[in-house]
DNA sequence: CACACTAAAGCAAATTATTTGCATTAGAAG
DNA sequence: CTTCTAATGCAAATAATTTGCTTTAGTGTG
């Protein structure tokens, strides 16, 4: 009687979760952003429509919730023995990884949601923390989080959502040597 | 008959593609962005819903179409007597422009289709032009324009886009004395 | 200006997606 | 084991989307 408006995890709910997930992960592999439909991700995943409207709401916010744990990082950042040759190391694997087209199409996904943006936002910036308390821990000055959002996270999304400008390891060299200069 | 696949732009196109566009904007700022439909708008037009869809495909390509029409600067840069003056005369309007709400939800929009995205883009690289084009004709020493797109556009559409950080006239200032430092 | 041509719009029927009320299932707590 | 209820399933009702065909209105020609 205490736990009021309680929301279930476990069980049937995380098992249905993991479906629509992974089903939304197939058809979107082989099936054109624009031709995806919710009965369609139903079917595939083994579970009634409206299961998911109910959940979701529409398609967009089920799209973005994929996207969003698809682009959350699996491990840490590669200790690299210096926060310089940390960063260069990610800000290239980052690039890499991002530059996909799946994963461009993910981003736009996950931009038509406030909050899941936000949370993309906070992966990346975990990421690079990482970075800065293993160059403390090492008694090296660490760099500043918000310049490198500013100044490196940001010039590669733009990039990535808005340009067709190219962002290869040259370019993300640049970036890191403008930054740590 | 020399003219094969010929497109109409005036008369009765241009009026319903105004009278759509109008309709959109009316709703919008009166209706959250997800209780908009298709049905909804053309009654507003007083078109059929199918030329709608045959126009513009889905809800997200007219948003994204309205958008970008709507993101598309009206005049040039101010001239502000120096480059200095007329990139921080920029950047801070740019900046309150593009942060309010409406232009977020527009932003978020345009996201959604990679050709609008780029030409929204190309609209903000063309107003910088016309400040490195002046700066030329003055005699001064113009900035690099990818640089400027990299430092200063980028993180404030980060911003926008994916934080819930300020954007005020501090960051403004920052953003373009780091830039010109 | 009248005429032919046809892209674009309208209309309405057919299809498909979404919403909703009610019944059922299966975690969670006692 | 039993009770409670959030989450799902099911199916009917509603709403959106697609589509074939008709009509309207720019465009170019004589």
């Known amino acids: 009687?205490?736990?009021?408006?309680?929301?279930?995890?476990?069980?049937?709910?995380?098992?249905?979760?993991?479906?629509?997930?992974?089903?939304?992960?197939?058809?979107?592999?082989?099936?054109?952003?624009?031709?995806?439909?919710?009965?369609?991700?139903?079917?595939?995943?083994?579970?009634t429509p409206s299961?998911?409207?109910?959940?979701w709401g529409d398609l967009a916010e089920l799209l973005s919730d994929v996207a969003v744990s698809r682009l959350r990082p699996i491990?840490?950042?590669?200790?690299?023995?210096?926060q310089e040759a940390?960063?260069?190391?990610?800000?290239?694997q980052f690039m890499e990884e991002m530059s996909s087209d799946a994963c461009r199409g993910m981003i736009r996904d996950a931009c038509a949601n406030p909050n899941d943006t936000k949370q993309c936002c906070g992966f990346i910036q975990d990421q690079l923390q990482v970075i800065v308390e293993r160059a403390?821990?090492?008694?090296?000055k660490p760099f500043d989080l918000e310049r490198a959002m500013d100044q490196i996270v940001a010039p590669i999304m733009y990039r990535i959502l808005f340009s067709a400008k190219p962002l290869d390891i040259p370019y993300s060299r640049q970036l890191v040597a403008d930054f740590l200069k």
Do not use: N
């Not at 299961?51 to 959940?55: F, S, V």
């Not at 403390?136 to 090296?140: K, Q």
């Open 1 to 47: 009687m205490s736990t009021r408006e309680r929301v279930r995890f476990g069980g049937r709910s995380a098992r249905i979760q993991e479906a629509v997930h992974q089903a939304v992960k197939d058809l979107s592999a082989r099936t054109p952003r624009a031709d995806l439909t919710i009965p369609m991700i139903a079917a595939k995943a083994g579970v």
């Open 51 to 55: 299961t998911i409207y109910r959940r």
């Open 75 to 82: 491990a840490d950042p590669a200790d690299c023995g210096s």
């Open 86 to 92: 940390d960063l260069a190391a990610w800000t290239e």
């Open 136 to 140: 403390e821990a090492r008694g090296e």
